[in-house]
């Protein structure tokens, strides 16, 4: 059984990306990083919890060596707008043996997240290549100078939930990507 339009899908007000289109999307941006990195060993930091679903889809389309390590980071604390801050541990919990490394987020939405831990990375492992690639880019909202080297889609300034991205911790589990129905939104009505 899978999320139907009769069950958890009819919380949403409209889908946006529908999961043909994701899983298409995954195995280009998957090609085009295999052709890019030319069968180099690959260090992978994926950013959890939102690009769960994306990266286990990702990464199976890449047979190279790789190594996978994930960071939970969250600037948004079960709400629909970013708090502008992150807590990031003095070092990272792993260490990195490869030269070039992925660094993959779900949204680059004002910049803060993928701009603080690229800038940290490069502090600590000074990696010769480090590229960073997300699933969305809301380019409207970005507030810190960061463009990702892949982008899967460009997005409007809208909450969007589904394929590892979550209201309050529901509805990652979907297999496309929508906009929430204002009545299931409690935060829907308050200006960002
Ligand atoms: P920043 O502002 O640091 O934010 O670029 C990136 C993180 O914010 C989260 N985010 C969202 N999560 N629906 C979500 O479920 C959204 O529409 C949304 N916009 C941003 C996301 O976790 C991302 O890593």
């Known amino acids: 059984?899978?999320?139907?339009s009769a069950g958890v899908l009819s919380d949403l007000e409209r889908v946006l990306i529908d999961s043909?289109?994701?899983?298409?999307r995954v195995?280009?941006?998957?090609?085009?990083?295999?052709?890019?990195?030319?069968?180099?060993?690959?260090?992978?930091?994926?950013?959890?919890?939102?690009?769960?679903?994306?990266?286990?889809?990702?990464?199976r389309h890449l047979d190279i060596p790789i190594q996978l390590h994930t960071l939970s980071v969250s600037s948004y604390h079960g709400e629909t707008t970013s708090s502008g801050r992150i807590e990031l541990a003095e070092k990272f919990p792993f260490h990195l043996q490869t030269e070039n490394i992925l660094l993959i987020?779900?949204?680059?939405?004002?910049?803060?997240?993928?701009?603080?831990?690229?800038?940290?990375?490069?502090?600590?492992?000074?990696p010769?290549?480090?590229?960073t690639l997300?699933?969305?880019?809301?380019?409207?909202?970005?507030?810190?100078?960061?463009?990702?080297?892949?982008?899967?889609f460009e997005i409007e300034d809208e909450f969007v939930v589904g394929y590892g991205m979550d209201y309050q911790g529901q509805y990652r589990h979907l297999p496309c990507i929508g906009i929430l129905n204002p009545s299931k939104n409690a935060l829907s009505s308050i200006p960002s």
């Open 105 to 126: 987020d779900d949204i680059l939405d004002t910049g803060l997240t993928l701009s603080s831990v690229r800038e940290r990375l490069i502090r600590e492992f000074q």
């Open 128 to 131: 010769e290549v480090l590229r």
């Open 27 to 59: 195995a280009q941006l998957a090609h085009q990083i295999h052709r890019d990195l030319e069968g180099k060993p690959l260090g992978v930091v994926a950013l959890l919890d939102g690009s769960l679903f994306f990266v286990a889809d990702l990464l």
């Open 20 to 24: 043909t289109a994701i899983q298409l």
């Open 1 to 4: 059984m899978i999320p139907s």
């Open 134 to 152: 997300v699933l969305l880019n809301k380019q409207a909202r970005r507030i810190h100078p960061i463009q990702a080297d892949y982008v899967g």
